[in-house]
């Protein structure tokens, strides 16, 4: 039987959730993918910056990839949580690895050297200049007539 309760979806919810199934609210890993990876994207006169929020993440954890005009941020995470008693008999241990990915479609005209990278206190920072997509021009193709 459920009872109406401001705590969850019964009375017992936030008490039994440390004992028989972990609460999402409590969990220090799970995040929805709108929370990962959130970023701002600046335009300058001449280029545009974009600020990705990498909480928790490492320098070493975080790479970028410039293919076929795409960016592609990739950052994955291993933690290990291991928590003993005065035995060192373990009370708690808690492993998470995971990973997320954004892409951004910047132009085939941008090469790697012109993206400056900088990451710092979980933010990882790209600038690249604005480069006009050269229209092509049509060259005039004939066909040799025979007489």
Known sequence: M????????NLFDDFFNDFARPS??????TTSANQLMRTDIKELPNGYELHIDLPGYKKE??????????????ATSKKDQSQKDSDGKY??????????SRSFYIG???TQEDIKAKFEDGTLK???????AKPEIEKKKFIAIEG
Do not use: H, W
């Open 91 to 100: 009370i708690r241990r808690e492993r998470y690895y995971g990973s997320c």
């Open 2 to 9: 459920l009872m109406p309760s401001i705590f969850g979806e």
């Open 24 to 29: 999402r609210s409590i969990m220090p890993y």
């Open 61 to 74: 954890d975080v790479q970028a990839e410039l293919k076929d005009g795409y960016l592609t941020i990739n």
């Open 126 to 132: 790209l600038c690249f200049p604005k480069k006009e």
């Open 108 to 110: 085939e005209q941008i």
